[in-house]
């Protein structure tokens, strides 16, 4: 490919980490606001954002406060949550190929948007340029508005007004959406869906969707086919 | 066991579950069973993450505003829409319904 094809591309698939980065910011007010709401404190949200930095535990842990559940429960569900990162990173290594230093520092940058943006990339550098792009886009965006939902959060009111619970919801279906096109995923993730809704009122929050993560486990294991057909098809 | 430690703890172990991931040896992967579960677990997640974020209401289930954002969703992302469009049409969708039948 002519380098300048490939210029191209990069810059294409910046401007998509951008986008994703952009998209993501909105719901860090979703998240600061709903936060703040639940009962942490401004800096509390903050230290959220930037130590945890991964929306999932984050609005799950979050959701244990708005409960009055234990710190412990909270802490536990979000890192239960934080495990996907785990096979994210699993999954990205060979491809994005960090060594060194850059590694540790990658590593914070492992999110949902990140390898949705760079898991589908043919090469090394594309993969690179979709994971850099994303990842410090929405970690820089993730907190300046989780920031600024939570100073804005006791004067805007209940979040929910805006909509911005509906926003949460329908990024994760984004982010799930290019996975459907495969039917076996359809299937893990009609399943998945009905075994957390059917646990919700059994459970307290973060366990229906770490149970979700035994369907993953379960079909893992019980399907016998050879390599996964489908990656993430190009966003 | 307070909130700051919870949030401290849980943050450090989140950043060590996706270091984790990043170091463990490639021959971990080279096995199919762990390329498959490796492939569904976000599948499976962000599904149920989708149902409970839209269709959970604490211990109950409930459909709302939230339901009628994700619809939106759905249609923004059949015609292709760009995340940020998806995202925000649900948002609106929402806010905006809410804003017609108070305490949808």
Same mark, same amino acid.
């Given at each position: ?45 903050? =230290? ?5 930095? /991964? &929306?999932?535990?984050? #609005? ?7 409960? +009055? $559940? ?10 239960m949550l934080g495990t996907r990162n785990t096979f994210y990173g699993l999954k990205l290594a060979p491809l ?14 492992v999110?949902?948007?990140?390898t949705?943006?760079?898991v589908t ?5 594309? =993969? ?5 792009? /994303? &990842?410090?886009?929405? #970690? ?7 920031? +600024? $939902? ?26 799930l959406?290019?996975r459907l096109?495969d039917g076996r995923n359809r299937v893990v993730a009609a399943c998945a869906?009905?075994v ?13 969707v770490l149970a979700a993560g035994g369907v993953a486990l379960l079909a893992g294991v019980l399907t016998r086919d050879a390599a996964d057909p489908t990656e993430l098809?190009?966003? | ?16 579950l996706k270091?984790a991931g990043l170091s463990v040896p490639a021959r971990v992967l080279a096995r199919p069973v762990v390329e498959r579960i490796a492939d569904l677990i976000p599948v499976a997640m962000l599904s149920a ?56």
């Amino acid at each position: 490919m002519p380098d300048l094809d490939e210029t191209t591309a990069h810059r294409g698939i910046a401007r998509d980490g951008l986008g994703v980065g952009l998209a993501t910011g909105l719901y860090g007010v979703s998240f600061g606001a709903v936060s703040v709401a639940a009962g942490l404190s401004v800096l509390q949200t903050c =230290a959220l954002s930037l130590v945890m930095f /991964t &929306g999932a535990s984050q #609005f799950a842990m979050v959701g244990v406060v708005a409960a +009055g $559940g234990p710190p412990l429960s909270g802490a536990l569900t979000a890192l239960m949550l934080g495990t996907r990162n785990t096979f994210y990173g699993l999954k990205l290594a060979p491809l994005l190929q960090f060594r060194g230093w850059r590694r540790p520092v990658a590593a914070h940058l492992v999110i949902d948007e990140s390898t949705a943006m760079s898991v589908t990339r043919d090469s090394t550098a594309t =993969a690179r340029v979709g994971f850099l792009s /994303t &990842g410090l886009a929405v #970690f820089t965006l993730w907190n300046l508005f989780t920031l +600024g $939902g939570a100073i804005a959060g006791d004067r805007i009111g209940d979040p929910r007004t805006y909509g911005l619970d509906a926003a949460v919801g329908a990024a994760f279906l984004a982010l799930l959406w290019p996975r459907l096109a495969d039917g076996r995923n359809r299937v893990v993730a009609a399943c998945a869906a009905a075994v957390a809704l059917g646990l919700v009122p059994l459970t307290t929050a973060g366990v229906p969707v770490l149970a979700a993560g035994g369907v993953a486990l379960l079909a893992g294991v019980l399907t016998r086919d050879a390599a996964d057909p489908t990656e993430l098809p190009g966003r | 066991m307070t909130w700051w430690w919870a949030i401290l703890g849980a943050g450090i172990g989140c950043y060590l579950l996706k270091l984790a991931g990043l170091s463990v040896p490639a021959r971990v992967l080279a096995r199919p069973v762990v390329e498959r579960i490796a492939d569904l677990i976000p599948v499976a997640m962000l599904s149920a993450l989708v149902a409970v974020q839209v269709f959970a209401q604490g211990t109950s289930l409930s459909v709302d505003a939230r339901a009628a954002g994700l619809a939106a969703a759905v249609v923004a992302l059949l015609l292709r829409a760009p995340f940020l469009v998806v995202v925000v049409v649900a948002a609106l969708t929402a806010g905006l319904l809410r804003l017609a039948f108070p305490g949808w």
